[in-house]
Structures are given as C-alpha cells and as structure tokens.
C-alpha cells in the first residue's frame, strides 16, 4: 500500500473515532501510531513514542500555557469577572442593549488576563446572565451575546492558540500578540455595533435599564485596576523587553494570586479550584499535542504534506485564492474539531504550503505572523458557528432555559461580521501587521 493511501486511511480513522465520540487526543494517536507502524516497524514506533513524548513534555516555551492558565483561573476565582462587569454595565447599562455591550466589553478586558475563549465566556455567562434574564432581555439575545463574547478570549492577548501556533511554526509570542490586538479590538467594538442594530431594529429584545449615578460609575470603574495592573505589568513587561512572554505569563499569574487575596476575594477553596483547574485544562492541551504530534510524524512519513506543496506550486490561480480556500477548510474543520486540535493536526501540514506562496510580498516572518491571525479569527469563527461552536456549548449548559436551537439564530448576525472581519484582515495585512512593525 502506498503511503499517500496510508494517509488518507489514518485521516478516515481519525474521523471515525472522532465521530463515535472517543477524546480527540486519542483519535488522533491511534490513527498516528497505526500508521506509523504500518510504515516503518514495530521498534521504530517505540523508539519514537520514546523520544517524541520526552521532547514534547520538555519544551520550556510550551510553559507558558498552563501559566496564562493559571492566570485566568486566579482572575475568575479572585472576583475580577464580577468587577469588570459592573464597570462596563454601569458606564453603557442605560443604553438599549446596553447590558449585552457591557458584557462583550467585560469579556475583552478578561481576555486580556484569561486566554481561554472557554473559561472566558463561562465566567463572565455566570455574572452577566442572571443579570440580563432579569431586566427582560431575550434568551436569544443574551446567549447569543455571550457565546460571542466569550471567543474575544482568544482573540485579545494573551491567546493559548495563538501560543501553540507560534510554537508550531517557530514565530515571536510577542509580535504575534501585538498583530492580534488590533484584530481583537475589532472584534470587540464590531460586536457592539452588531449588538446595537440588532436591538435598533427589535427593541422588545433588550428593554433599556435606567442609568446609574456617576458616583457610583466612578466607583465601579475604580474597581478595575486589578485588571488594569495586570495587564500593564504582563503586556508593558513583554514588549518593553523586560521578560520574555513565558516570564510574563509567570509575573502576571502571580499578580492575579497576590491581589486576589489581598482583595479577600480568592480564599483556599478558590486555590485549590484554581490550580484543579489549570492543570485539568493543561493535561488536556499536552495530551492533544501528544496525539497530534504522533498523527503529524505519520503523515510526514507519508510525504503527504510535501506532495500538497508541490501541487499547489503547480496551480495557475491567485496565491489569495489558496489562502482563502485553506481558511474555508478551517471553518469548515471546526465543525467537527476544538480549535487546539485543528491547529496542531494542520499548521504542520498546510505551513509549509502557505509560505512557500508570493503574499502581498511580505516577508517570510511576516507572512507567519498574518497567517496566524488569519487562522486565529478563523479558529474564533469556529467557537459560536454550528453544529460544534464550543462557546455556544458552554453558555447554554448554564442558561439551560434557553434551547440552543435559539442560540444560533441568535449568534447568526454575529458571524456575519466576523466573516467580514476576516476578508478585512485577508485583503488589509497592515491591519494585523501595522502594530508589529510599528513595536518593532
């Protein structure tokens, strides 16, 4: 059997064991390891299970993960979610929709300290939900809403995919942080604007909510700089060349913990869920590159990956043509697969392709740092669009009145501007690019 036909059947494979519903890290292994075997021997798969399992675990730059995990988990558990909420609601509350703006503002600024899009929309659905439910939002609105809110936790640094993507292709942490701000924020101010025509157009959706004093704007506002501190010591840190992104993630994990118990808002029990927490999220993250990095090493022994760039080196059609049909294939990849498994099951395969292709004649390191945005606001995509969108998942296994059927008509309006966003980002690399070169 050839080995491009070993390929595909390790592909199929890992579709089937995904599709009877077996963890992706194990569907991902078994095809690898199978194939692997079929195409050297037995001992060589040992020897490679050996080394290739001791050498991923040892990466110090893979570190940085369960840190910004860490990180985010003090940030929840410390009550910062609750105060970056009451800050948002108290300066745009009175606005129609106003309740749904604060919570997509309160989900960028714990992105900014959490990078999980997961942990993002969980937490802030726990202090906002309760809140819309009870001014007469609709539950379409408000899910809606939140499970779109919820993915500007990747798309705000610091971004675990983003993280991987970089460690998988060998690129700066920083710069790519700094190209994904920009797409990030917007993300964030698209939402509102999306957010407000929605409830122009249907105001029985977000009845408006009386507006609060502005003593009291000043106090909630005031009670943001937790938030405020942290990121101006990770960020300020990082790209004033103070520490590098994994001691960053290290000083920032660490401030989180010391003002949660200086605030008196993380008590023991809210440690030891902290650190449960981060390392249940981060066994899951390793044990996802283990299963990709096996399935990868069999389909580099396949010449599979080569054989793609070759024959896209063969194609007489615009270079912009190819990137858009790879990040088609993502979106469409995540409907069936999270956004970590996708990333390191393809950059691997489809990296190579992409630069091996003349873009708007950027530089190789630029062309890395682009595509990853791209793929980043993809893998965003992928969070809210069905049939997968893990936010949606989360937010209505806590709003559970809510069918979820209703969720994604509700999400629909979102994605619209989010597939806009990207043929901005695909046709405009200067808007990702511009702070990099900028800082740099």
């Known amino acids: ?98 309740l749904g703006m604060a919570s997509i503002l309160a989900a ?23 809140q819309m439910k009870a001014h007469g939002y609709a539950g379409r609105l408000s899910t809606a809403t939140l499970a779109t809110g919820g993915t500007l936790g990747i798309l705000i640094p610091p971004s675990v995919p983003l993280v991987v993507y970089a460690i998988l292709t060998e690129q700066n942490i920083a710069k790519l942080f700094a ?51 942290v990121f101006l010591l990770v960020f300020g840190g990082i790209y004033g060349g103070v520490f590098s992104p994994t001691e960053g993630a290290a000083v920032g994990a660490v401030a989180t913990f010391v003002l949660g118990v200086v605030r008196r808002e993380l008590d023991w029990a809210g440690m030891q869920r902290s650190f449960l927490g981060a390392a249940e999220t981060s066994a899951m993250v390793f044990l996802i590159f283990l299963g990709a990095d096996m399935m990868n090493a069999s389909l580099a022994l396949t010449q599979l990956p080569a054989a793609l760039a070759s024959w896209v080196g063969t194609l007489h059609i615009s270079p912009l043509l190819i990137v858009g049909a790879v ?72 709003a559970r009145e809510v069918p979820m059927s209703e969720t994604y008509k509700g999400v629909l309006p979102f994605l619209a501007w989010d597939v806009l966003r990207l043929l901005l980002m695909l046709f405009f690399p200067t808007l990702s690019l511009g702070l990099v070169w900028a800082l740099y």
């Open 179 to 229: 190209a994904a701000m920009v797409p990030g924020l917007l993300a964030m101010f698209g939402y509102i604007v999306v957010l407000a025509l929605i409830t122009r157009a249907q105001p029985e959706l977000a009845p408006s909510t009386p507006a609060v004093g502005w003593a009291e704007r000043a106090r909630a506002v005031v009670g943001i700089w937790p938030i405020v501190l």
């Open 327 to 398: 990040l088609a294939f993502y979106v469409l990849l995540g409907c069936v697969m999270d956004e970590l498994s996708m990333m390191l099951l393809t950059i691997p395969v489809l990296f190579p392709t992409i630069m091996g292709l003349d873009l708007w004649g950027l530089t190789p390191e630029m062309k890395a740092i682009w595509f990853g945005i791209l793929v980043l606001m993809t893998v965003g995509i992928g969070m809210t669009a069905p049939p997968v969108g893990l936010c949606v998942y989360v937010v209505n296994n806590l």
């Open 108 to 130: 960028g600024a714990f992105g900014a300290v959490c990078g999980s899009s997961v942990a993002t929309a969980a937490t802030i659905t726990q202090v906002a939900y309760p």
């Open 1 to 98: 059997m050839s080995g491009a036909a070993i390929g595909l059947l390790m592909f199929g494979g890992m579709l089937l064991l995904m599709a009877v519903r077996m963890p992706i890290a194990v569907a991902m292994f078994i095809p690898g390891a199978l194939g692997y075997w079929a195409l050297t021997n037995e001992s060589a798969l040992l020897n490679h299970l050996k080394g290739a399992s001791v050498a991923r675990l040892t990466v110090y730059d893979l570190s940085v993960i369960p840190l910004f995990l860490l990180m985010g988990q003090f940030a929840t558990q410390g009550g910062l979610s609750r105060a970056l909420f009451r800050a948002a609601a108290s300066l745009v509350g009175h606005i129609r929709g106003g």
